[in-house]
């Protein structure tokens, strides 16, 4: 095996820039692979990453649609939620950790001559619990500022960012549509959300300051919220949560049997997954694309050995004549057109790791290169060596030595 390796090296040296354009191939295909399968783990490490900021164990409760005559209203038209049902759903399901009632406003951020649009949520202290939300500094909302509908807030990060920069916000004044509010927290950053949202973009008020100063109320309904933001404990099914808050919602909101619903519950998590799967498939896919240039590699290994077989007949039926056989050629054979590919492999390998360091640097797209995906990179090349260089090397095995000393 040894002396098959030398006699392989030998021979690719003697040919330095055929070699080098016959491992091109190997080398584009591999470097493709190892970027393609970077740029994919990458994506589903960041959409995990922005699952497990948005928290665990979520269920979304929103305003379903509404009929006009015979026109239906998009989604979160009929806004039939109410403060009530986020109690009811946390006294009457089962499994239940926190109900958190939420309006959505957007709002105008002032401080001093800095301003900002941004986004403003009226929410509870179980708002915090169920996001999994702490306070990098200050503190947290409390039930008092909720009861006595305080003037005050939690800023995101990048609302902090846009309206004071560096400085320290706790104990500031900032004016949301020229309402002053005392800062009494920033939030931890969490990034963007799967959807692509910033979820640092947003200042959290309580929610009765929220009802009062910015969204009003409804004779028809004077609890109206936007959302519930559900958190069930570890180990409580998720299904069976969700049947459960469908079948009380539909007890409160009295719907008939056949009728539609006026909400929206979804599983968070389900939704991220569904996310995450697509990024699978679509690196899947683009991994088989890149697979392509490592087939069309091989087929220049292919074209290469013939051509090296050919011009080294004479040789081969010389080996035969003084006593090889035919096993020892084809392993010839072989291990040159592995070696071909692996080498190939490895110079891919390293090239399409600068390449997706590249990427995630100039595009700032996070790139995983594992190893599992380097070795499955290099074992392809190899396979693609071995399957492509067998028909050449059992070609040169099977030749008659008296008919190949008799080549030109």
């Known amino acids: 095996m040894s002396n098959n390796v030398k006699f392989a090296l030998r021979s690719l040296r003697a040919h330095r820039l055929r070699t080098s354009l016959t491992m091109l191939g190997i080398i584009i295909g591999v470097a493709a692979v190892v970027v393609m399968i970077a740029v994919g783990n990458g994506a589903r490490e960041r959409i995990v990453e922005q699952i497990r900021s948005f928290g665990s164990n979520l269920i979304s409760i929103n305003p379903g649609t509404s009929v006009m005559g015979s026109v239906r209203i998009g989604s979160g038209s009929a806004p039939r939620l109410s403060e009530d049902d986020a109690v009811a759903i946390k006294a009457e399901v089962s499994g239940i950790l926190v109900a958190s009632p939420l309006l959505y406003a957007r709002s105008q951020f002032t401080v001093g001559a800095s301003n900002w649009s941004g986004h403003l949520r009226g929410v509870t202290p179980a708002y915090l619990t169920a996001r999994e939300w702490g306070v990098t500094a200050g503190r947290e909302l409390i039930l008092e500022d909720e009861s006595r509908a305080a003037r005050v807030a939690l800023l995101g990060a990048t609302m902090r960012d846009k309206l004071f920069g560096k400085a320290d916000p706790v104990g500031a004044t900032v004016r949301i549509r020229d309402v002053p509010f005392t800062v009494i927290g920033v939030l931890e950053r969490k990034g963007q959300s799967v959807w692509g949202d910033d979820q640092d973009d947003v200042a959290l008020v309580p929610l009765k300051t929220a009802r009062r100063q910015?969204?009003?109320?409804?004779?028809?309904?004077?609890?109206?919220?936007?959302?519930?933001?559900?958190?069930?404990?570890?180990?409580?099914?998720?299904?069976?949560?969700?049947?459960?808050?469908?079948?009380?919602?539909?007890?409160?909101?009295?719907?008939?049997?056949?009728?539609?619903?006026?909400?929206?519950?979804?599983?968070?998590?389900?939704?991220?997954?569904?996310?995450?799967?697509?990024?699978?498939?679509?690196?899947?896919?683009?991994?088989?694309?890149?697979?392509?240039?490592?087939?069309?590699?091989?087929?220049?290994?292919?074209?290469?050995m013939l051509v090296t077989v050919t011009e080294r007949t004479r040789e081969i039926g010389l080996r035969l004549a003084v006593g090889a056989r035919q096993r020892n050629i084809l392993a010839q054979f072989l291990v040159e057109a592995m070696t071909l590919a692996l080498f190939g492999g490895i110079l891919g390998v390293f090239f399409g790791t600068l390449a997706a360091a590249a990427i995630g640097m100039f595009a700032r797209w996070p790139v995983v290169i594992g190893l599992s995906s380097v070795l499955l990179a290099v074992g392809f090349s190899a396979c693609v060596g071995i399957f492509f260089g067998y028909y050449p090397a059992r070609k040169a095995a099977r030749l008659q030595p008296i008919e190949a000393l008799r080549a030109e």
């Open 214 to 304: 910015f969204v009003g109320t409804s004779r028809a309904n004077p609890g109206m919220v936007h959302n519930i933001t559900v958190k069930f404990a570890d180990g409580v099914s998720a299904e069976e949560t969700i049947a459960e808050i469908h079948d009380l919602l539909r007890q409160r909101h009295r719907l008939q049997l056949g009728r539609e619903e006026s909400f929206l519950v979804s599983d968070l998590a389900e939704a991220a997954d569904v996310e995450e799967s697509a990024t699978r498939v679509v690196s899947m896919l683009l991994s088989a694309v890149a697979s392509v240039s490592l087939i069309v590699g091989g087929i220049g290994i292919m074209n290469i």
